[in-house]
């Protein structure tokens, strides 16, 4: 138990995740970019990375908003990525690395000591492979996978238990897929992550309706993912109804996300949890979308545009545009809709 509660304050459980050999802070800077102030202190080692809370002798940690400044002066660290308007805060056992992205430079330098995990390439013998299949050289299938007719897994490849990999559908090399994944209908790229649980290819929500009831629309169409492309868990992604849908390069997609059938996303988007965006609409590359946002379908949203967490999109957004509210209208529009929500409040309370 004591172990347990001593590990409770560390950032990396080492049952779960494995740490690389000690950095010097000298490599460090090199590593990340960033600068440092002092060259006799490079080569002070660094152990581990750490919150700047929990951070001891030996670690490294970062701060990057000013709220959280108060704890630089009590930290242990050894070293901190920080802006330069912090110094005045360090205390002398702490070496500075001065960057304009620290938070950013902490991710790096976190994936340097903790890369992602990798298991000894084997076909698992309760695993289920067609023998039409193509299965590239270091690949790894874990039990209970299925594997269908012509599919073609790439070289290095990680299929996690229990997923399906419908007939037909190819994966790029070094793309790792969770535990209960399905997928159908799709061309997957290179370097991608599909986390467990996630359905892609399945048949999109078209159909007409008569007298007589619901007509279904013949789903024609695929799922085309880019390279690079992180897809969380428990997200759906429904294949074309003629024209395909595809998701770009380097575009991060978060848990329970649902894009409909004949969507296009462009390259280097984020688009957060329980985000809803329906049949047709095309999204630009860098744009950002908060999450419980939902799309109406058909719309044309340009490149590099912001959209706040939990607004509804029901018309065609130009290239930069940063939006928030149900109906979403422009950022500064919305914070004054606020506000005067807010004031009506408080008359109507003045008032009581």
């Known amino acids: 138990m004591k172990w347990l509660k001593d590990q409770s304050k560390r950032m990396a459980d080492p049952r779960f995740f494995k740490k690389r050999k000690p950095l010097s802070v000298g490599e460090i800077a090199v590593l990340t970019g960033a600068k440092l102030r002092d060259s006799s202190m490079g080569s002070v080692m660094i152990s581990d990375v750490a919150s700047i809370s929990t951070a001891k002798e030996g670690e490294i940690s970062f701060v990057e908003n000013r709220r959280y400044a108060s704890q630089i002066t009590s930290s242990e660290a050894s070293a901190c990525f920080l802006t330069e308007d912090l110094l005045s805060r360090l205390p002398a056992h702490m070496i500075p690395l001065l960057t304009k992205f620290p938070r950013r430079d902490f991710a790096k330098l976190s994936q340097l000591f903790y890369q992602k995990e990798s298991k000894t390439p084997k076909i698992s013998s309760k695993s289920v492979v067609s023998k039409t299949c193509v299965i590239g050289e270091g690949c790894r299938i874990d039990p209970g996978v299925i594997v269908g007719e012509f599919c073609e897994i790439g070289k290095d490849c990680w299929i ?5 990999i419908d007939d037909g559908v190819k994966i790029g ?4 897929i969770g535990a209960s994944v399905s997928i159908s ?5 290179a370097d ?3 986390y467990p649980g996630v359905r892609i290819g399945q048949p999109g929500f078209g159909f007409e309706v008569d007298a007589a009831g619901p007509i279904e629309m013949p789903q024609l169409g695929r799922v085309i993912i880019g390279d690079n492309v992180e897809i969380g868990a428990n997200t759906t992604i429904d294949r074309g109804a003629g024209p395909d849908t595809e998701i770009g390069d380097f575009t991060r997609i978060d848990n329970l996300v649902q894009i409909g059938h004949n969507v296009k996303i462009g390259k280097g988007c984020i688009i957060v949890a329980q985000v809803g965006i329906s049949g047709s609409t095309q999204i630009g590359d860098q744009s950002i979308i908060g999450g419980q946002t939902g799309l109406a379908g058909h719309l044309r949203i340009g490149k590099q545009v912001k959209i706040a967490a939990q607004s509804g999109v029901t018309r065609n957004l130009n290239d930069g545009s940063i939006v928030g509210g149900a109906p979403a209208v422009p950022i500064g529009d919305f914070r004054r809709q606020v506000a005067s929500i807010k004031s009506l409040g408080r008359r109507h309370v003045r008032r009581e």
């Open 185 to 189: 209908h799709s061309k997957v790229g």
């Open 192 to 194: 991608c992550f599909i």
């Open 173 to 176: 090399d070094r793309t790792r």
């Open 160 to 164: 996690g238990s229990n997923t399906v």
